[in-house]
């Protein structure tokens, strides 16, 4: 299984990978391109990223996660290329028997993922364009 692509992300198709009819709950997340960022506006983001690496750390953070909360189905994959503003670059699904579970498990993927995983973003707005952070927190 691959946690990144280049093209668009198919949402329902990332649902449909862990919803069961034993769950009670369905927890998404989409982490979206804004138009602004610490002040300054943006147009586009290109994502980027050492490929082997990033592939192997979104492993590691899925079996973690999934050890920890044993009950939760868990889906999730980052786009990379040029985005556009409203264009989804990460979604997280996450499915189980009641909701504080899947909450909890969709959290921790998304904070590791922006900490943990090396996967750059360059930002362009109207004055250029600028890498931001490691992922840009």
């Known amino acids: ?65 999934a050890a920890a909360y044993p009950d939760v189905a868990i889906a999730f994959i980052h786009r990379l290329g040029l985005l556009q503003v409203g264009e989804a670059s990460i979604v997280i699904a996450c499915t189980s028997p009641h909701r504080d579970e899947a909450f909890a498990a969709c959290r921790e993927i998304i904070e590791r993922v922006k900490q943990t995983v090396p996967i750059w973003k360059r930002e362009k707005g109207p004055d250029g364009e600028e890498w931001v952070g490691w992922q840009g927190n």
Request: aromatic share 8%.
């Open 1 to 65: 299984m691959s946690y990144l692509t280049d093209s668009p992300i198919d949402q329902p198709a990332l649902v449909a990978r862990v919803m069961r009819s034993s769950d009670g709950a369905l927890a998404l997340f989409a982490g979206v391109v804004r138009n602004h960022h610490q002040g300054k506006s943006v147009e586009s983001i290109f994502y980027e990223c050492w490929r082997p690496m990033a592939e192997k750390e979104m492993a590691k953070i899925e079996a973690d996660v």
